[in-house]
C-alpha cells in the first residue's frame, strides 16, 4: 500500500531509471557522432523563454499555444513559458547574440520540452527532443541532406519500420491564396465542424487538416489540396528534392495534407512515421522556415531544421533490442580485510587510467567473498580480481575470468591467474586485448 506522505511524480514527467538508460545514452551518443561527421555544433538554449517568442514564432491559433505551454508570470511580471520546441530559442539565441549577418550555421541541441498534453504512450508532458537546425541554407540541396542524415540516423540505430513523407508549403503568398480557398470550402460545411475547427476556421483554417477528429476525415479528404496552389519556385524547388531523394537512393511518399503544426514552416515540411508506436506515429519532423527569423527581428534568411522525439525513438530502440548492453561491469575486485581494500582503492584507481573505457567496479561495504562472486555475476562483469590478506602478504592479486568456458578459452584463461599488485593492470589490460570484441565487447 502506498504511503499517503509519499510525493509522486508530476504527471506525465517520467523518470528514467538506471536499468532503462541503456537505450537512451545508445541514442544520444549515435546522435553525437553522427551530427559531428555532418559538420554539425551543439548549442544550449534556456529552458524558460519570453512567453511571446512562441506566441510570435508557433502562432497564436496553434494547440500548443492555446493549449499546452506552461506559462507563468514570474516575481518581476515578466510572462515566461518553459520552453515547447527548441527552435524558436536557437533562432533566438543567433539573432540576440548578432550570430547572423550573413553568416551560415549548422547547429543543434537535445533536452527537455514541455506541453501540457493528455499523458499517453508516446507523448508526455515533459519529453525530450534532440533538434536539429541549418541557418542560411537556401536548399533544397540542404533539406536533401538533412533528410539523408536521418536516414543514416536510422540505419546506425537499427531501426527499419519508419517511412517517410514530404511535402511542400509553398511561400507565403501561395499559402494565403490557398488559405483563402480552404476557408471558403469550410464555410460552405461550417456546421459540420466541430467546436475547434470552428474556432481554427477564421484564425488558421490549415490547422483543421491536423484534425484528429475521426469524423471530419472525410470532410478533410475532400478539402482542396495545397500542391495545387504552389507558386512556380516552390514546386521547382519540391521538384529538385524529390530528385535528389531519388539520387541517394532514399524511399519517400508525397503527403499532400502533410501541413505541420506550427505556422512558422514554408517549402519542404517532411515527417517520419511508424506503426510500431499506436496512435503517437511521428518520431521525426521537420521542414523548412524561411520567414521565422524576420519574424522574431533578425534579417531574412532561409533556414530548416527537424526535431526528433527522443522517447518516441527510444521506444522502437527497445522493441528492436538494437541498443548494446550498458551498465554493466568490465572488472570486479572482490577484497577482504581493510588493509586489502586500502590498496584495492589504489588498484581500481590504476586499472582505469590503464583501460580507458573500461569499468571498473571494487566491492564496496564488506562482505565475504562468496557474496562478493555473487554481486561479481550480478555485476556482469568479464574479470573478478581477488585481493585478500594471504595475496595482500604475498603482493599478488589473482584475475578470475567470470564468463568464458574452458572450451571458449583454454584451460589457462578459465582457471585462476596469478599475477603481480605491481603488474597487474598491465597483465588485465593484455587479458583484454587478446579478447577483444568477444561478447560483443572488449
Not at 519529453?127 to 540541396?141: L, R
Not at 538533412?146 to 527499419?160: D, P
Not at 503544426?261 to 510500431?276: C, H, I, K, N, Q
Not at 570486479?332 to 569499468?359: C, H, T
Request: charged share 25%.
Amino acid at each position: 500500500m502506498t504511503s499517503p506522505n509519499l510525493i509522486q511524480p508530476v504527471r506525465g514527467m517520467n523518470d528514467v531509471l538506471p536499468t532503462q538508460i541503456a537505450a537512451w545514452q545508445f541514442l544520444e551518443a549515435t546522435a553525437r557522432e553522427l551530427l559531428h561527421a555532418y559538420a554539425y555544433a551543439e548549442m544550449r538554449v534556456p529552458l524558460v523563454e519570453q512567453t511571446d517568442l512562441f506566441k510570435r514564432a508557433i502562432g497564436e491559433y496553434t494547440d500548443v499555444v492555446e493549449k499546452e505551454m506552461y506559462s507563468f508570470e514570474d516575481k518581476g511580471g515578466e510572462r515566461l513559458t518553459l520552453r515547447p520546441e527548441a527552435t524558436a530559442g536557437m533562432v533566438r539565441a543567433l539573432i540576440s547574440n548578432g550570430m547572423l549577418r550573413g553568416a551560415r550555421h549548422k547547429i543543434w541541441c537535445v533536452g527537455p520540452m514541455f506541453r501540457h498534453e493528455k499523458p499517453q504512450q508516446g507523448r508526455f508532458r515533459q519529453f525530450h527532443q534532440i533538434d536539429i537546425e541549418a541557418i542560411g541554407f537556401v536548399g533544397p540541396d540542404i533539406d536533401a541532406e538533412l533528410i539523408a542524415l536521418t536516414t543514416k540516423f536510422w540505419h546506425r540505430l537499427g531501426l527499419t519500420n519508419l517511412t517517410l513523407h514530404i511535402n511542400s508549403l509553398g511561400t507565403a503568398e501561395a499559402r494565403r491564396e490557398y488559405r483563402a480557398a480552404l476557408t471558403d470550402y469550410f464555410r460552405t460545411h461550417y456546421a459540420e465542424l466541430d467546436a475547434d475547427s470552428q474556432r481554427r476556421l477564421e484564425g488558421n483554417p490549415l490547422r483543421i487538416l491536423d484534425s484528429k477528429n475521426s469524423s471530419l476525415q472525410s470532410l478533410i479528404s475532400g478539402a482542396p489540396l495545397l500542391p495545387d496552389y504552389l507558386d512556380a519556385e516552390s514546386a521547382a524547388h519540391f521538384v529538385e528534392l524529390q530528385r535528389m531523394l531519388e539520387a541517394l537512393g532514399i524511399a519517400y511518399q508525397i503527403n499532400p495534407r502533410l501541413v505541420r503544426g506550427l505556422d512558422y514552416y514554408s517549402r519542404t515540411v517532411f515527417e517520419w512515421t511508424t506503426d510500431a508506436l499506436g496512435a503517437q506515429d511521428a518520431v521525426c519532423s521537420g521542414g523548412r522556415y524561411d520567414g521565422l527569423i524576420t519574424q522574431l527581428g533578425g534579417e531574412s534568411t532561409p533556414a530548416i531544421g527537424f526535431a526528433m522525439g527522443v522517447e518516441r525513438v527510444v521506444a522502437l530502440i527497445e522493441q528492436t533490442a538494437s541498443a548494446p548492453p550498458l551498465g554493466c561491469a568490465d572488472i570486479y575486485l572482490a577484497v577482504q580485510g581493510q588493509a586489502a581494500v586500502r590498496v584495492a582503492l589504489s588498484l581500481a584507481e590504476q586499472l582505469r587510467a590503464a583501460l580507458p573505457g573500461k569499468r571498473v567496479e571494487l566491492n564496496l561495504g564488506g562482505g565475504n567473498f562468496k557474496a562478493q562472486f555473487r554481486r561479481a555475476d550480478r555485476s556482469g562483469a568479464r574479470l573478478a580480481l581477488v585481493l585478500g590478506e594471504d595475496e595482500l602478504n604475498r603482493g599478488v592479486v589473482q584475475l578470475k575470468p567470470l564468463r568464458e568456458t574452458v572450451e571458449q578459452l583454454g584451460t589457462e584463461a578459465a582457471t585462476v591467474i596469478e599475477t603481480s599488485l605491481a603488474t597487474a593492470p598491465q597483465t588485465v589490460a593484455h587479458w583484454f586485448k587478446q579478447r577483444q570484441g568477444d561478447h560483443g565487447r572488449g
